[in-house]
């Protein structure tokens, strides 16, 4: 599906005033271990017996020391130095105390002076850059569970101490659909880079929002945060929803208050959560028993060269290549397909090498070129992720960035546009092809060549305009008489007949077309 391109920073409501967005989004971070101990860093919702993935560290038990997770922190580096953050020298670790029942520790342990990144920005497809203040690692929280049946809450904490990573944004959003294309880019950058499956709806991508209104131009209104959205739809509604709020307390001549609100999913509105006469007070401290960590250059240069391209880039880079905007954009926001299109050029080149005249003087001129960039674009966006639907079947599962595979989906490619076979007859093969059978063999032992001898085509022609002489008499008033007939002869050579020449014989036994 392609994405409509964001849209520009909206002007101001009818009103005259200005909503200003910024967002603080969390992702789950994919590693095997927890932060700080090495208990399974399990997913957010998967139904499963809570308490299975616990320990002395994410329990907060007496004298449990924690050891910090170095993928996750490398995972943490990837996303900030390719969000062009400042990464410092030194990172360091704090506790930021509150008591809430699904944190045993009563305080998290978060980052607070010294983040992994600071500064950066993020650019979306259209271009606009949406600035960035830091970005952070930190534990997750155990999640809490409020039965209907029950008087009583119950607790699980086989979340609390995986490792997120929390972005925060500068008041650079200005509606709810620009917050939805900010997100949607960095959802694409976190499977990308290969930090985070990014997914709202099983609690892995979580966004609360800031909303603030003013006269463009004028210093920023009271904010209100909207906590714990869990789907790109709820951040949109609940920034649209609550600028309307503010709008008409403002239009009434009633202040805006600072405070926390939390989103009513049924009810599509905001309600309090708690009001906030001034920042809540975390009493930050340096984690006693964290030192300071530190990111030596070399280390530093090894995760960027570790670092996959991001979207933005391959964006650019698939739109050199010629690609239509929408599949570059398509590409570039799903990660399976791309690492698959690279693949596919990468093995249409080694086909087109070793097919080349040089190698082999009998081959055809035509098959020594490599398929155009966008003829194998249209085979992978349509043809396989068709195929994949109409079977049920999870394109990653095709395995198509390996280069076996690869080949064979380029050497299907590679017959159709040297005009060995057919389209037809290539897609007809598809399924066996992503199956694994080699498309070559297939067409040698089943004789699936395209026929474009005049003799043979012919016959089918004159046997189609025989079975349908009506068809043929009324062909020169209906034009869709022309595709009828190529129907049958397209069906009689069971696909073989090359297209173009049985429409130009078809034009010329009509008399519709000299030659
Ligand atoms: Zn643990
Ligand atoms: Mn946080």
Known sequence: MSRPAA?????????????????????????????????AAVGG????????????????????????????????VRFAAALGCAV????????????????????????????????????????RRVGLVRCHLEEDAGRLIHPTYADHSLVDLDRAGAPLIELVTAPDLRSGEDARAFLEEVRALARALDVSDATPEEGRMRADVNVSLRRPGEPLGTKVEVKNLNSFKSVQAA????????????????????????????????????????????RYLDDPDLPPVRLTAAWLAAVRAATPETPAALRRRYAAAGLRPDDADRLATDA?????????????????VSTAPAAAPQAPPSAAHAPAPQ??????????????????????????????AAERLAALVALVDAREITGPTAKALLGEVLAGADPRALVATRGLRQVSDE???????????????????????????VNFLMGRVMQASRGQARPEAVRALLLERLGLAER
């Open 375 to 404: 003829a194998l674009a249209n085979w992978l966006l349509v043809e396989v992720v068709g195929w994949a639907h109409a079977t049920d079947t999870d394109v990653a599962a095709l395995r198509l960035s390996e280069p076996d």
């Open 7 to 39: 849209p520009p920073a909206p002007a101001a409501r009818r009103s005259g005033y200005e909503v200003v967005v910024g967002l603080e989004v969390h992702l789950a971070l994919r590693t095997r271990t927890k932060l700080f101990c090495r208990c």
């Open 455 to 481: 003799d043979e085509l012919g016959g089918w022609v004159d046997a189609a305009l025989a079975a349908h002489p009506e068809v043929a008499a009324g062909a020169r008033e209906q034009p869709k008489a």
């Open 88 to 127: 410092p020298e030194v990172t360091t670790f704090a506790r930021k105390h509150y008591g809430y029942p699904d944190a045993p520790k009563n305080y998290q342990i978060s980052q607070h002076d010294r983040p992994v990144g600071l500064g950066g920005a993020l650019e979306l497809p259209n271009g």
């Open 239 to 282: 920034i649209e929803s609550e600028a309307t709020r503010q709008e008409r307390l403002l239009q009434a001549g009633r202040p805006v208050s600072q405070e926390t609100r939390g989103w009513n999913e049924g009810g599509q509105k905001s309600y309090v959560m708690r009001t906030k006469e001034e920042a809540a007070d975390y």
């Open 336 to 352: 399976d397909l791309s690492r698959a299109y690279d693949a596919l050029v990468a093995a249409a080149g080694r086909i087109a």
């Open 45 to 76: 919702a998967d139904a499963h017996e809570p308490n299975r993935h616990v320990c002395p560290v994410c329990l907060g038990l007496p004298g449990a020391l924690p050891v910090p997770n170095a993928r996750a922190l490398e995972l943490a």
